[in-house]
């Protein structure tokens, strides 16, 4: 129900449930046990699950299936607590920390017929060599580091995720390698943070052992670059305040690595800036931008946008505006300020009114989507690597795939392209698509 760590998370609870001899289907009516990974990033995440919940209950009583919930949202004391009392017919809940023990908590449900809680609050340790069932067999998801240590003041991943900590060079370095042997064309490196990737062992002199020459998050893209069969490399999230000048000059250097960077902004005015405990201003921000256009060629940058964080101006709001005109966005998640229990921007008082906030990501939506229109103009014309992907999902006689800029491209072509770079001629654009030939 999350993001792609979330996602991550849940690859490797399907590795495990596959072990113990279970299949996947996505008919609850079909299922013996239904399992739901969790997040709590916004209010509509949590809503979702609530949603599902109710539908389920019917199933239960009259199958007796096993519920299962895991991920961030079990990480929130109000939450368990209000699931235990309005839900009682759910079976096993289980957290961030906990999740490489979920064959346990089954077993222990099924074998004893009991309600199972397995929460912690410390950060768990980095567990390696969970099983994992990929959703797909071209690209993959490679976890490098957990937790977060930023405390954004909006944000409850710090809550729920823990610490920082950072896998082991040799883990990830070995789990790529595996990956490039069985066929996968396209890694993404994951973390809360991604580029500040061993900072917190190197300061507290947690002993990380150095491999093929990875020390830091720029080492670890020059040495998955260097890895044969792996064509792309991608990475979310950095933060801007820890862009060193390594990591774009190794983004400038390593071919595989895409020049589609994703920068997340939050706000473009400098005093929401630092009410959110971003650590940068918006002139360091646009600062940053220039310094890696000017490094890295062919750059495109997405990013991250909240409106109507408490105490947001009309006039401080233009200046998120004002960022976006600037800098011409290849994407924008832009998202409306959602409380999180427990985070310092819940306890401000002057919280923006619902209505304001709608207007706000109205304007920005409407500015948004008016540069892609623009910016898709320039791709016709113009020849794209595309990594094939499959069929597309609204016409099974067309393929698609992405760009290196991460732009949907749909085309005809044959079956045997999947999984291959094709060189393609942009035709035509469709604002969340493009069209190609060969
Ligand atoms: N309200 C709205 N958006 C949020 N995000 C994180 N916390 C909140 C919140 N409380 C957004 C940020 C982050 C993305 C993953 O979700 O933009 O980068
Ligand atoms: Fe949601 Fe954050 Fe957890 Fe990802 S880490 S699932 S965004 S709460």
Redesign the pocket.
């Known amino acids: 129900m999350g ?1 792609q760590l979330n996602e991550n998370d849940s690859e490797k609870l399907c590795g495990m449930l596959e072990k113990m001899g279970y299949d996947k289907t996505e008919d609850t009516k079909q299922a013996d046990i239904v399992l739901f990974n969790t997040c709590c ?2 209010e509509n995440a949590e809503d979702k699950l609530f949603g599902k919940l109710g539908e389920l209950k019917k199933i239960k009583e009259e199958k007796g299936i096993i519920i299962a919930i895991g991920g961030c949202m079990m990480q929130e004391k109000h939450i368990t607590d209000k699931i235990k009392e309005s839900y009682p017919f759910v079976d096993i809940l289980f957290g961030t920390h906990t999740l490489h023990r979920f064959p346990e908590d089954l077993y222990q449900a099924l074998q004893e017929k009991r309600k199972q809680e397995d929460i912690i609050d410390i950060d768990g340790e980095i567990h390696e060599g969970l099983p994992i069932k990929r959703e797909s067999s071209i690209k993959a998801s490679v976890t490098i580091m957990n937790g977060c240590n930023n405390f ?1 003041s ?4 710090p809550y729920v995720r823990g610490r920082e900590r950072s896998r082991k060079p040799r883990a990830i370095i070995e789990e790529v390698k595996e990956l490039a042997k069985q066929g996968y064309q396209e890694i993404t490196l994951l973390g809360q943070n991604v580029n500040s990737y061993l900072r917190v062992e190197k300061e507290k002199q947690i002993p990380f052992e150095e491999y093929e020459g990875v020390n830091s998050f720029a080492t670890l893209l020059r040495a998955i670059n260097k890895i044969e069969g792996i064509q792309r490399i991608r990475f979310v ?1 950095p933060h801007p305040k820890d862009f060193t000048d390594d990591v774009i000059q190794a983004i400038a250097d390593c071919e595989k690595v895409c020049k589609l960077i994703h920068l ?1 902004l ?1 706000s473009g005015n400098t005093k929401v800036l630092k009410e959110m405990n971003r650590k940068y201003t918006k002139e360091q921000y646009l600062n940053l931008v220039e310094k890696m256009k000017n490094k890295i060629p062919n750059l495109t940058l997405s990013t ?3 409106v109507g964080f408490p105490g947001e101006t009309e006039e401080e709001f233009k200046d998120t505006l004002d960022v976006v005109e600037k800098v011409k966005f290849e994407q924008v ?1 832009m ?6 229990i427990g ?1 310092p ?1 819940d306890k401000m008082e002057n919280q923006i009114p619902e209505e304001i906030k709608h207007q706000r990501f109205n304007r920005l939506k409407a500015l948004v989507e008016s540069q892609i229109e623009e910016n898709n103009q320039k791709y016709i014309g113009t020849t794209q690597k595309v990594l094939v992907e499959g069929e597309s999902k609204n016409n099974s006689k067309m393929l698609t795939g992405r760009t290196d800029s991460n732009k949907v491209v749909i085309f005809e072509g044959p079956k045997e392209w999947i999984g291959t770079m094709q060189d393609l001629k942009i035709v035509s654009e469709h604002m969340w698509y493009l069209k190609g030939e060969k």
């Open positions: 993001c990033v916004r954004c909006y944000c409850i991943v999230s997340p939050q991250d946008i909240i998640y998202f409306i300020y959602s409380r999180r985070t921007g």
